[in-house]
T-cell receptor, first 113, second 111 residues
C-alpha cells in the first residue's frame, strides 16, 4: 500500500513569507508526527496528533509554527514570517497508534532565502 | 549534554566488513529502542525495533541494548555497498511520547 507522502518535495521561499507543508499519512493511521531535520542532525520532534487533536505540541519552536489535522487524516504544517533558520527538512511520520512503529515520509526540503 | 549521543562519523569500511554503530543516552526512562536507515534525500526507514534490554537479530543486522550502561548498538555483518547510508538511533519511553533521535552516523561501504 501507499506510504506516507509529503508535498511539496522542495520549497524555496523568501524571508518573511508564509508556507504550508502537507502530509498524507498511511491510510488508517491515527497518530501523526511532525519532525524537523537540520543538516547533519537527527530529526527533532515538533508536534504529535492523535486523531484530529494535537496531543503534544511541545516541540514547536515558537508561535510562528502551527499545524492542523482537521479530519484526522491529512495534516498541514504552517509557518508564518519564515526566517532563514527555518531552513531544514520537515519530516512527517504516521503510526497505527501511540507507541507503535512510526513510518516516515520523504520529507519537504524548505529553503528560506 | 544531549539526551542521545551518536558519533556522526563518517565511517568508511570495505565491503564484507562487520560494522558497529553505537549510541549512548541519559534518560533511564527510555524503554523502546530503534535503528533507522536514511538514504540521501529520503526519509528514515525502520531497520530494527527492540524493547528493553537484550539482543535482536534480523538477517545481517543485530541490535543490542544494555540499559544498565545506557548503551545501544547495531551490528551489520557482511556489509554491502548498498548499506551506505546514515544510520539513526531513536528511542522513547513508550506510549504517545515522541522519538528522540541521535545525530546519525554516516556509513560508506567501499566495494
Amino acid at each position: 500500500g501507499a506510504g506516507v507522502s509529503q508535498t511539496p518535495s522542495n520549497k524555496v521561499t523568501e524571508k518573511g513569507k508564509y508556507v504550508e507543508l502537507r502530509c498524507d499519512p498511511i491510510s488508517g493511521h491515527t497518530a501523526l508526527y511532525w519532525y524537523r531535520q537540520s543538516l547533519g542532525q537527527g530529526p527533532e520532534f515538533l508536534i504529535y496528533f492523535q486523531g484530529t487533536g494535537a496531543a503534544d505540541d511541545s516541540g514547536l519552536p515558537n508561535d510562528r509554527f502551527f499545524a492542523v489535522r482537521p479530519e484526522g487524516s491529512v495534516s498541514t504544517l504552517k509557518i508564518q514570517r519564515t526566517e532563514r533558520g527555518d531552513s531544514a527538512v520537515y519530516l512527517c511520520a504516521s503510526s497505527s497508534g501511540p507507541g507503535e512503529t512510526q513510518y516516515f515520509g520523504p520529507g519537504t526540503r524548505l529553503l528560506v532565502l | 549534554q544531549k539526551e542521545v549521543e551518536q558519533d556522526p562519523g563518517p565511517l568508511s569500511v570495505p565491503e564484507g566488513a562487520i560494522v558497529s554503530l553505537n549510541c549512548t543516552y541519559s534518560n533511564s526512562a527510555f524503554q523502546y529502542f530503534m535503528w533507522y536507515r536514511q538514504y540521501s534525500r529520503k526519509g528514515p526507514e525502520l531497520l530494527m525495533y527492540t524493547y528493553s534490554s537484550g539482543n535482536k537479530e534480523d538477517g545481517r543486522f543485530t541490535a543490542q541494548v544494555d540499559k544498565s550502561s545506557k548503551y545501544i548498538s547495531l551490528f551489520i555483518r557482511d556489509s554491502q555497498p548498498s548499506d551506505s547510508a546514515t544510520y539513526l538511533c531513536a528511542m522513547s519511553d513508550g506510549g504517545n511520547t515522541p522519538l528522540v533521535f541521535g545525530k546519525g552516523t554516516r556509513l560508506s561501504v567501499i566495494a
